[in-house]
C-alpha cells in the first residue's frame, strides 16, 4: 500500500469498497490475528475475535479521519475487540480476567494448534502474570517488533512509559523463566 | 535448555491449516449476512400522510364521546369480605371432611393401569371418552409422509433465506 490517502478513497467509495476491503483484510490478517491470539490464546477466540475486527473496520471505516495510521486505527480495534472477548468470557463463567487467561493457559500443552516446547509455555504462562498494558506492550514490541511510536498510537499512551512498562515485563520475564 | 529470554523467539502457537486462505470470504459473507438481519424492515408500508393526522383523528374521537361515565368497582371492600369468608370456609371444609381422597395428582401410574386392566375396557370405549380434536392429534403423530410430500413442502413453504439464517 503505497498511498494511504489513495486506498482509503477506495475503502471509502461504494464502488470500490469491497475490492478495496478484500485487499486491506489480505495486507493484515495475519498480523492482526497474532496480534490477538497472544492477547485471547485460543485459536477459537483468536478467529472469532479477528472476524469481528474485521467487521467493525469495514462499518467504521468511512468514519476513519486518517489522524493516526490505518493501520494503528486497526490494531487498536483489534486490541480492543480481543480485550472485549476476554470480558465477555469472564462474564459469561462469572469469574475474573485473569482466571480466564490462566485457564486458556492451562489448556495449552494439550491445545492442537500450541507445538511451543516447554520454555515457550513457561513464556507464555509468565506473560500471563504480567498486567495486562504490560503484556501488550511486551507482545507487541519482542514479537511483533513494533516501534515505540506504533506501539504509543495504538495504545494511545506515551512513548516514555511505553518504554519503562516494556523495561519492567523484561525483568519480570527474565526472573520467571531463570527461577525454578 | 536455554532459559534466556532472549533466545526465545516465537510464541509457539499454530493456525489450523489454510486458516488464512479463507478469511477474507468468511468475513465478507458474515458482513453480507449481518446486513440482511440488521436490514429492520419487515416490509409493511402505512398509507401516505397517515402520520400526519393521527393526531386530529385520535382527539376527534375523545372529544365526540366526553360524556361521563361512572366507574363501578367490581371489588368494593365490603364484597372482598364476604367472598374471602366464604372461600376460607369451603377450603376448611375440604380439610376437614375430605382428609385423604385420592386425586388425579397422586394416583400412581400402575394403579391406572391395573383399573382399565381388571374393568376390561375395550379401545373403543376409551375412544370414546375422548374427543375428535384429541383423536386427530393421535392420528397425524402416526402417520408417515412420503418423500414426495415433505419435499413438495419444503419447496411451497420455505424460501433458501431460511436455510442461510439457520
Same mark, same amino acid.
Given at each position: 500500500m503505497t498511498n494511504e490517502k489513495e486506498f482509503l478513497i477506495q475503502l471509502q467509495s461504494p464502488e470500490t469498497r469491497e475490492r478495496a476491503f478484500r485487499e486491506l483484510m489480505s495486507l493484515y490478517k495475519e498480523r492482526l490475528y497474532w496480534h490477538i491470539r497472544k492477547i485471547v490464546i485460543s485459536h477459537d477466540d483468536a478467529d472469532d475475535v479477528l472476524q469481528n475486527t474485521f467487521i467493525k473496520i469495514y462499518r467504521s471505516i468511512h468514519n476513519f479521519k486518517g489522524d493516526s495510521k490505518l493501520f494503528s486505527w486497526m490494531y487498536r480495534i483489534a486490541t480492543n475487540e480481543a480485550i472485549t472477548q476476554i470480558n465477555k468470557n469472564a462474564k459469561r463463567l462469572q469469574t475474573t480476567n485473569e482466571t480466564i487467561q490462566q485457564t486458556a493457559l492451562g489448556n495449552l500443552p494439550t491445545d492442537v494448534y500450541f507445538d511451543g516446547n516447554e520454555i515457550q509455555l513457561k513464556l507464555q504462562q509468565a506473560i500471563a502474570i504480567l498486567p495486562q498494558k504490560?503484556?501488550?506492550?511486551?507482545?507487541?514490541?519482542?514479537?511483533?517488533?513494533?516501534?515505540?511510536?506504533e506501539i504509543a498510537e495504538i495504545l494511545e499512551t506515551s512513548e516514555g512509559a511505553l518504554k519503562a512498562s516494556y523495561h519492567i515485563a523484561v525483568k519480570k520475564l527474565q526472573t520467571y523463566l531463570t527461577s525454578d | 535448555m536455554n532459559k534466556e529470554l532472549k533466545n526465545i523467539k516465537t510464541t509457539g502457537f499454530k493456525t489450523p491449516d489454510n486458516y488464512f486462505d479463507t478469511i477474507e470470504d468468511n468475513v465478507m459473507d458474515n458482513i453480507k449476512l449481518n446486513n440482511i438481519l440488521n436490514s429492520k424492515s419487515t416490509g409493511q408500508t402505512i398509507p401516505e400522510g397517515y402520520f400526519d393526522t393521527i393526531e386530529d383523528s385520535v382527539y376527534k374521537k375523545i372529544t365526540s364521546s366526553k @360524556?361521563?361515565?361512572?366507574?363501578?368497582?367490581?371489588?368494593?371492600? @365490603?364484597?372482598?369480605?364476604?367472598a374471602a369468608s366464604l372461600a376460607a370456609a369451603i377450603v376448611l371444609m375440604l380439610i376437614v371432611v375430605l382428609p385423604s381422597n385420592p386425586s388425579f395428582s397422586n394416583l400412581e401410574l400402575e394403579t391406572v393401569e391395573n383399573y382399565i386392566y381388571q374393568e376390561s375396557y375395550s379401545s373403543e370405549d376409551i375412544a370414546a371418552l375422548l374427543t375428535e380434536e384429541e383423536l386427530k392429534e393421535v392420528l397425524y403423530a402416526d402417520s408417515s409422509y412420503s418423500d414426495e410430500s415433505l419435499e413438495d413442502y419444503i419447496l411451497d413453504n420455505t424460501t433458501i433465506e431460511d436455510f442461510i439464517i439457520e
Open positions: 504490560q503484556q501488550l506492550v511486551f507482545n507487541m514490541k519482542y514479537f511483533d517488533d513494533l516501534k515505540y511510536k | @360524556k361521563e361515565i361512572k366507574v363501578v368497582r367490581l371489588f368494593t371492600r @365490603k364484597n372482598m369480605f364476604y
